[in-house]
């Protein structure tokens, strides 16, 4: 579960987690100089979804392109030995 967690979830989220973090520094800003504190339901949605959308593909591509085993090895699936779970593996040709 946390590994679908950092995967999927908080690379989706960030994008949406830095607005919210510039909308609260500039609301303060705006109580301590005067001015107007932006509104967090005029941003740009759309533009944070894709962005979002990249950021986990981005990272999705990266742990696919850099995990795993060599080209050309064995994938044993996971079976019982001696009476416990050994879990999957790859070993060389």
């Known amino acids: 579960m946390l590994r679908i967690f950092i ?3 908080v690379p989706f989220l960030l994008p949406m987690a830095g607005y919210a973090a510039w909308i609260w520094y500039r609301g303060v800003h705006a109580e301590r100089h005067g001015g107007e ?3 967090f339901e005029q ?8 962005l979002g959308a990249l950021l ?7 742990g ?3 995990t ?3 080209p050309g090895d064995i ?4 079976h019982p030995e001696n009476g416990k ?3 999957g593996q790859t070993k060389p040709r």
């Open 7 to 9: 995967s999927y979830i």
């Open 37 to 39: 504190a932006p509104s």
């Open 43 to 50: 941003g740009p949605w759309p533009l944070m979804l894709f």
């Open 56 to 62: 986990t593909l981005g990272i999705l591509a990266f």
């Open 64 to 66: 696919a392109l850099t």
């Open 68 to 70: 795993g085993g060599e």
């Open 75 to 78: 994938y044993v699936p996971p």
């Open 85 to 87: 779970m050994v879990p």
